[in-house]
């Protein structure tokens, strides 16, 4: 809108916008030039006065104002609308005799007549300055100001376009389109029937009113459906349900208007297609009845159909029917509905079959017409024939040619009337019936029988038909003409009952749609203006001036049916007539023609007709005046030139006007041109209105204006170009009978593709070329170039065109198409020349065909050309300049690009000519071009056999070499294709062979070839290496990228992203790889997989699985598969990993070599099936042996021991759930040779076994109470015994100590030390060692932590889930290697003990690892079944073995950390002792130790904590009795009250205390006071349960000692040293009201795990008391 050029201070200010008015066309005429300050941007002109819009948004008015009171008869001068000062004012409208205004903010102002309420003011009948109107819209609350964008005017009534594309009015008279009941509207009113419509521009004629609206798109979609009449209310639609189908009727009249159909068919054909047959040739079926009147409100301006999108299950109901059934005036009923048929005045209900042929014929032209229609607003790509040879489409015509006779124009008609959604039950009506005011629609009912057969059809048919519009179709009819043999009705085939569907007859004819199919880019479809539209007019009609057909007037917007698909851009009205103006520059005019102002001779005109204008003549801008027309168009050159079509005016100075218009009889026949056009310079846009013309020009400064003409012309001038190809040679060619024979299936796909891509580029150009028009009219400025901002959507168009005729042409297209086109073309060979611009004679037509397809190609250049030219019209360093130039260049590198391309293309199909027979089937694709091959010997292969030839050839996609022998008739019997993805090549240096050698890697070959010369060696290394990086970009493929050519590197990547299938490999035959390869060996992340089913993800390294991978084989068993989860190498799985079979077991842990190898974790069945089982321990090959764990569940058992080749071997321990305990040795899976068998009562058997729980053998059976038997046993433990043998009672005669014989447990079992070795190999192997202790580097091992943690943390990136911020911080602290040599002081063993929590607490670490092993094995040995108290020594003694083995992988790591029991030296306070030994300081300093490294000290806080549950239970059940004994003392004692509980343990009476502070002031301690003595020291005392380990819990004791102390202390007031007899009491009383349930498990744990260097000190003596509290608690005897 903004006229200002960057140079527009060039312009010297009167070189734009310059005004010239004249009247009529005689020779004698010339234009006046009306001066302004400015250049004017619109003029607008009534009656007799006109209103002018110049920069910078004044308005002036000039001609006879009388509702200025002031002013002369006429005003000879433009004067200046002062009331509009301070508003700048963007467009501006003139009626007969008011004037309107818009606003930038969108405001409206009126002035002038006002009689019928044409200004929108209330009371006045003039309105002398321009006074602000309010368009308000009620419905909203509260009421809402709509902004406008535009005013149209008439006579007595004014129209508006707000910023929502909605149209309101004012005034009076039937042309507002409101349907109202008063005669004047004061107020702007909504036009309801346009509501939901996207309008695009508004005219007024002086008693009617036009519209031109945007096709219903995708946007519009969603409208709800109206199923009721907008005037009277009552249902359109009525429902009657049948036994198996559903007769819909829309039997409702409405009493506003009445349409008369006759007329519409009577199209006229444009000039340029002489393919289109017009409607009059063909015969109108006779009709039945004549319509019952009907129209309907807002409810008949139909809903479209919900589109493809299926979960909208609405019935479309259709009500706007083309130039079938309802148009034509035939009723159409259907056959299977009796109640239609009375209706019918022919005896037969079935029309004659000629009638029925043509009739169909014209339906389907139709309706392909709207489905491409849609398909085009929709944006879907369905119509594309990818696969025409299976295309369903056939065995619907054939379909419809067979029921033709049946159902005839009924159903087809029917159709017109309803557009069934998908199979429904019931029907949701959506949309009017009538498609507006007066358009009567017969009363219909159909029965719609939804076959089975046909469900399939029509979702397909649903899916195609995009968004759909109701006015039946957004796109040029002519292409509806294309597909005539082709009825494809998705709502025909859903009326069709399921017996016709059975009758499917001879294949037809597929067709493409020639219809641009939506766009790559988003948004193109919003950038660039809408070709799809449809104009509306409503009011007066008895000049015809609605174009309806008749002389009706109509109440509201109906839409004009004959403009459909003509891509009308503008319309304009004049008094009695309307004009469209179509994209192809084309006029269609109609109305009155009294004056000859429609351009043609037919008088007057009711449907539109096409100007006549001579050939070449292309219109761009069009004004209509009371009784004239005025064209602006593009004649030869590209200066713009006006034609006049109608009244002569006559000027005579004294006449009066009414004199004039009586002798003013010229008028003409046909639009003349105006002499004088070419001195008006560049002519932008021109008026009319009242007797007068306007044109508005620029002069042509600096050459820009011409230069944007040029641009513009060109543009005009290249789309009627593409449009005559379209209409005279793709479509007619698409349409002949021997194509699909001809062609054969593929290229008849590619050449369909072919065509569609051209639609695309023909629709492109179309609305660029609109687009670029309308800049011409208002702005003339670069900024508004769409080729500019969005070149991208032309460069694609372009690039993609070219490789669809690339591709056909590779196919040998366009020699297959020479036979059909002869046929066709032969009569006319001229047409095709001209078509092609082909200068030569006698070209051969293949040679023809190939210059017209690639015509469009040609037209870059000239985008080229002309961007430059404007380019030269700015400064260099403009801004401008430089968007121009870029421009330029990219659509230069682009015309470049395509005709190499082309080149390419060429040079391929003549090679696939040469080529010899048989293999050209199996290696011609339609994107495979030529680059090179090797015919001139140029290339062989080294060590070929004598006889051998050897042929090369390059592909932009594979390499291919065939082979044969001399003297074989066909030379090359075999070839093979290696693809360039996964082709390496590479130069073998010749410095001492002399051979020209290229190296060639495939995946499965390695061959080397031979080059003539060092040139030839060049020009094939270059050319394979560069193809393969173009494979690789994908540039090779049809996505080509613009430039993807230039500046190619030197060679492709050697690490590249590719797929292949093996075909030689023994154990990858027929697999699939895809991904990540290295010189020729998949290397990196991939995917393999087999034909069978087996897939694996993960890592390879070097053409083998290697790192971590995931595995899926599958088994017999169907959808049972196994899955296996971890780590690889060289191909096998090795390392960790998870294998689920498809049995239902779980195997975690170690593999190698792909078995079972290492520590690891075997779950067998889940724990309801026949045999669940967990097995935990070490494997070797595939097999349990060593030592493991297995828990049988079923049976309750817990084997704990050696194993060789999955059997128990050697010596283990079995405990049962019934407390059954066993120890000794296993040979065979059985128990057998001596062993140990204890049973819950402490009944204990030593001796000889032979089977599972069978004595068998000599041995002792000693009871409970310590008799014993001693002899030969038999049988089976717990049934009877056989025993020889003799019975002793020792404690007859022995001395009561050697009573009991407790049985020593723990002699015949694994010992400690050689358990688990699998999880501390494994530990030592991650660290770079081959077995424990084996030495080996520590900065290897520190090294391998490093990788190891960095790996695993890189792996879980991929999965962020996995990982906790506390768990990756922990991380990161660990990546950073301590510092592991040099002397240990405090701080760095400080370090390392902090450093070895963190190590423990993540699993990626190997210490962590092993920790996390260590838990879960001893979790699974001592929890459950294993929970008996007869394994705490071995519980205990494992947990140190653990320390022992962890410390010394500890100080592998540490070397220098002293061993156990080592010292590490307090730091000296004093730096002198060091100097001075023998000083006296020394000897003070000497009882200061040093730290003792202990591993209990260093590990016991890492590993206890995660372990002490397991044992903490042993030690409960192993101190049940003791505990409970000491548990019964606890309870009773804790009934006395402090002082008698001291009393009675005999604590001193000066340690009592007297009184104890509670809050605020001191509390007595009474004789009934309880839990109040030493409660701080009982508190602290019962943190013991809290802590995990021995140091901790020694700790939680030395701090109850303190607090005794403090507490007596306090009490004493003075120093003192307590004395064993006084100390112990006050800690038994403090042991006693503790409470600790289970002191003598912590007791016991605390003895057993006690850091060795401990007992002695401090911490051992206040550990002693503990202890002897302990017992004297249990052994107190209450007094």
Not at 303 to 312: E, F, K, L, N, V
Not at 1651 to 1669: N, R, S
Request: hydrophobic share 35%; aromatic share 8%.
């Amino acid at each position: 809108m903004d006229p200002q050029r960057k140079s527009s201070e060039d312009d010297g200010g009167g070189e734009r916008g310059l005004l010239h008015t004249w009247r009529g066309y005689s020779c004698s005429v010339t234009p006046e030039r009306l001066l302004l300050p400015r250049p004017v941007l619109q003029a607008a002109l009534g009656a007799r006065h006109g209103v002018l819009l110049v920069e910078g948004g004044q308005v002036y008015s000039f001609g006879e104002l009388p509702w200025k009171q002031s002013q002369a008869p006429e005003l000879a001068k433009p004067v200046l609308e002062s009331a509009l000062s301070g508003q700048r004012v963007v467009a501006v409208a003139a009626g007969s005799f008011h004037s309107g205004a818009v606003t930038e903010d969108g405001g409206v102002h009126m002035w002038g007549e006002n009689a019928a309420g044409q200004c929108g003011l209330a009371g006045l009948s003039t309105v002398p300055n321009p006074t602000p109107v309010a368009v308000l819209d009620s419905g909203s609350s509260p009421p809402q100001t709509v902004p406008v964008l535009e005013l149209a005017c008439g006579d007595q009534h004014t129209l508006a376009l707000s910023a929502q594309r909605e149209v309101w009015a004012w005034g009076s008279g039937c042309q507002l389109g409101l349907n109202a009941n008063v005669v004047l509207v004061w107020k702007p009113q909504k036009v309801e029937h346009l509501a939901g419509r996207y309008v695009l521009q508004i005219a007024c004629g002086a008693t009617h009113s036009l519209a031109l609206v945007r096709c219903l798109g995708p946007q519009d979609a969603q409208r709800p459906p109206q199923d009721k009449c907008g005037h009277c209310h009552q249902l359109l639609y009525t429902m009657t349900d049948k036994e198996d189908h559903v007769i819909i009727s829309d039997r409702h009249c409405c009493p506003l208007g009445v349409e008369v159909t006759e007329g519409e068919a009577r199209l006229e054909a444009p000039s340029s297609t002489q393919g289109l047959r017009t409607s009059p040739s063909e015969p109108i079926l006779p009709s039945h009845t004549s319509a019952p009147s009907q129209a309907t409100a807002p409810a008949s301006s139909p809903a479209p159909a919900t589109g493809s999108d299926p979960s909208h299950p609405e019935v479309q109901v259709k009500g706007e029917s083309g130039e079938s059934g309802l148009a034509n005036g035939e009723l159409p009923a259907s056959d299977s509905d009796p109640s239609a048929q009375h209706r019918g005045v022919k005896s037969s209900p079935y029309p004659d079959e000629q009638a029925v042929k043509d009739y169909l014929k014209r339906l389907s032209d139709h309706t392909m017409a709207e489905q491409t229609a849609k398909t085009a607003a929709g944006g879907l790509h369905t119509l594309l024939p990818s696969a025409s040879s299976t295309h369903p489409a056939s065995a619907l015509n054939s379909l419809v040619a067979s029921c033709a006779s049946a159902v005839g124009e009924r159903v087809a008609s029917t159709y017109e009337a309803l557009s069934l959604r998908k199979m429904m039950n019931f029907y949701l009506p959506s949309g009017g019936a009538a498609g507006g005011a007066g358009q009567g629609v017969p009363a219909v009912s159909s029965s719609s029988v939804l076959g089975e057969g046909t469900k399939e059809r029509v979702r397909l048919e649903e899916s195609m038909q995009g968004k759909k519009s109701s006015s039946t179709g957004d796109i040029r009819e002519e292409e509806a003409e294309g597909l005539r043999r082709r009825l494809s009705l998705p709502g025909l085939l859903s009326q069709v009952s399921p017996r016709l569907l059975r009758k499917v007859g001879r294949p037809r004819l597929r067709a493409v749609a020639l219809t641009p199919l939506g766009w790559g880019v988003p948004e193109a479809q919003e950038v660039l203006p809408s070709l799809q539209t449809e104009v509306w007019s409503w009011g007066e009609g008895e000049h015809g001036q609605l174009g309806h057909g008749d002389n009706l007037a109509r109440l509201q917007p109906l839409c004009i049916k004959s403009l459909n698909n003509k891509e009308v851009v503008r319309v304009a009205a004049g008094t009695h007539h309307s004009l469209a103006l179509t994209a192809q520059s084309q006029v269609f005019s109609w109305g009155s023609n009294s004056s000859g102002q429609l351009g043609h001779m037919e008088s007057p005109s009711t449907i539109p007709r096409l100007a006549k204008l001579s050939e070449g003549i292309r219109v761009w801008d069009v004004g209509a005046g009371e009784r004239h027309t005025l064209l602006l168009a593009d004649g030869d050159c590209y200066q713009p030139i006006l034609y006049y079509s109608g009244q002569q005016v006559k000027e005579a100075g004294q006449e009066s006007q009414e004199e004039v218009e009586e002798q003013a009889g010229g008028y003409t026949q046909q639009p003349v041109l105006l002499p004088f056009c070419m001195n008006l310079g560049y002519v932008s846009g021109v008026f009319a209105g009242g007797q007068r013309c306007v044109a508005l020009s620029d002069r042509n400064v600096m050459g820009f204006i011409s230069s944007l003409h040029e641009l513009v012309s060109a543009e005009r001038k290249f789309y009627c170009k593409l449009c005559g190809i379209k209409t005279q040679a793709m479509r007619p060619l698409l349409e002949l009978d021997s194509l699909s024979s001809a062609l054969g299936p593929v290229s008849l796909g590619l050449l369909q593709a072919l065509a569609s891509r051209f639609s695309l580029l023909c629709h492109l150009t179309g609305q660029h070329s609109a687009s670029l028009t309308a800049n011409l009219r208002r702005g003339r400025d670069v900024k508004g170039l769409l080729i500019l901002d969005h070149a991208a959507i032309f460069l694609d168009a372009y690039n993609e065109y070219c490789c669809s005729v690339g591709h056909f042409q590779v196919m040998g297209g366009f020699q297959a198409l020479t036979k059909p086109a002869q046929d066709f073309f032969g009569k006319n060979p001229e047409l095709l020349q001209r078509l092609a611009e082909c200068g030569e004679e006698n070209l051969p037509m293949a040679d023809l065909l190939v210059a017209l397809f690639y015509l469009p190609t040609r037209h870059l250049h000239e985008y080229g050309r002309l961007l430059l030219k404007l380019a030269t019209c700015f400064e260099v360093s403009s801004s401008d300049y430089q968007r121009l130039q870029d421009g330029c260049s990219k659509f230069e590198a682009l015309t470049l690009q395509l005709k190499k391309k082309r080149k390419e293309a060429e040079y391929t199909s003549h090679f696939w000519k040469s080529f010899p027979g048989k293999m050209t089937d199996s290696l011609r694709k339609p994107h495979r071009r030529l680059i090179c091959e090797s015919s001139n010997k140029a290339l062989t292969l080294q060590n070929a056999g004598r006889f051998s030839v050897n042929w090369f050839i390059l592909f932009n996609d594979a390499l291919v070499h065939a082979q044969g022998v001399v003297p074989c008739k066909s030379l090359f019997s075999t070839h093979h294709v290696f693809p360039l993805a996964t082709l390496w090549v590479e130069p073998i240096p010749e410095e001492n062979t002399g051979l020209y050698g290229l190296k060639v890697i495939s995946p499965e070959e390695t061959f080397t070839l031979l080059a003539s010369s060092p040139m030839e060696k060049a020009k094939w290394l270059r050319s394979i290496n560069q193809a393969v990086d173009q494979a690789l970009s994908g540039a090779g493929q049809e996505t080509a990228s613009i430039g993807s050519g230039a500046g190619q590197k030197a060679e492709p990547p050697i690490s590249r992203t590719a797929s292949y299938t093996f075909y030689k490999d023994s154990r990858l035959k027929e697999a699939t790889y895809e991904g990540r390869w290295l010189a020729g060996k998949p290397n990196g992340r991939g995917v393999l997989k087999w034909p069978d089913g087996r897939i694996y993800t993960g890592t390879f390294k070097n053409g083998l699985e290697d790192g971590f991978g995931e595995f899926i084989s599958p088994t017999k068993t169907p959808n049972k598969n196994d899955h296996y989860q971890g780590c690889w190498k060289e191909g096998k799985m090795h390392g960790l990993g998870t294998y689920r079979y498809a049995s239902g077991e779980v195997y975690e842990g170690s593999f190698q070599d792909g078995m079972r190898h290492g520590h690891g974790m075997l779950r067998s069945g889940k724990l309801n099936t026949s045999s669940p089982s967990v097995f935990i321990g070490q494997w070797l090959h595939d097999k349990k042996t060593g030592y493991g764990v297995f828990d049988d569940i079923t049976k309750g058992e817990k084997y704990m021991g050696m194993w060789q080749d999955h059997l128990r071997q050697g010596t283990a321990v079995v405990v049962t759930q019934f407390g059954l305990y066993y120890e000794g040795a296993f040979k065979d899976n059985k128990m057998m040779g001596t062993g140990v068998l204890l049973s819950e009562d402490d009944t204990t058997f030593e001796g000889e076994f032979s089977e599972d729980w069978t004595l068998n053998g000599k041995g002792v059976l000693t009871m409970a109470n310590g008799d014993y038997l001693e002899g030969s046993f038999i049988g089976e433990w717990g049934s009877g015994l056989k025993v020889t043998g003799s019975y002793f009672k020792p404690s007859l005669y022995d001395s009561d100590k050697d009573k009991t014989r407790p049985v020593k447990l723990g002699r015949l079992c694994v010992c400690a030390e050689d358990k688990w070795n699998a999880v501390f190999e494994e530990c030592w192997t991650q660290l770079g060692c081959e077995a424990p202790g084996v030495q080996g580097e520590s900065w290897k091992a520190w090294e391998n932590i490093a990788v190891a943690l960095t790996s695993s943390r890189r792996h879980i990136q991929d999965s962020p889930e996995l990982l906790s911020r506390s768990h990756s911080r922990t991380l990161e602290s660990l990546e950073v290697i301590p510092q592991h040599v040099g002397p240990i002081t405090m701080d760095r063993y400080h370090t390392i003990r902090c450093y070895l929590i963190k190590a423990c607490d993540t699993p990626l670490h190997p210490l962590g690892r092993l920790v996390e092993a260590l838990v879960a094995v001893y979790r699974m040995t001592y929890v459950g079944v294993g929970a008996n108290r007869r394994l705490l020594p071995q519980a205990v003694i494992e947990i140190k073995s653990y320390l022992n083995r962890i410390f010394q992988i500890v100080r592998f790591l540490f070397p220098d950390l002293p061993e156990e029991g080592g010292l590490i030296p307090e730091p000296s306070t004093e730096p002198q002792d060091k100097k001075d030994p023998d000083s006296t300081d020394a000897p003070l300093e000497s009882p200061k130790p040093g730290r003792v490294v202990s591993s209990s000290a260093l590990l016991l806080p890492v590993l206890l904590p995660r372990l002490y549950p397991p044992l903490f239970t042993l030690y409960a059940l192993d101190k049940e009795r003791e505990d409970d004994v000491y548990w019964e003392c606890v309870l009773r004692l804790n009934k006395q009250p402090d002082l008698a509980l001291l009393a009675f343990l005999g604590v001193q009476q000066k340690f009592w205390p007297v009184s104890m502070p509670a809050p605020g002031e001191k509390q007595q301690v009474l004789s009934s006071t309880k839990d109040v003595c030493f409660a701080s020291a009982v508190e602290t005392l019962q943190q013991i349960s809290t802590t995990f380990t021995p140091s901790d819990k020694l700790q939680v004791i030395q701090l109850t000692f303190e607090e005794i102390t403090q507490e007596v202390l306090s009490m004493l007031k003075q120093d003192f040293l307590w004395s064993m007899d006084d100390l112990f009491p006050v800690f038994l009383y403090v042991v006693l009201r503790a409470r600790i349930r289970n002191l003598g498990s912590e007791v016991s744990l605390i003895e057993d795990l006690m850091d060795p260097c401990v007992q002695h000190g401090e911490h051992g003596i206040m550990f002693t008391t503990l202890k002897a509290c302990y017992y004297q608690i249990q052994h107190e005897k209450i007094t």
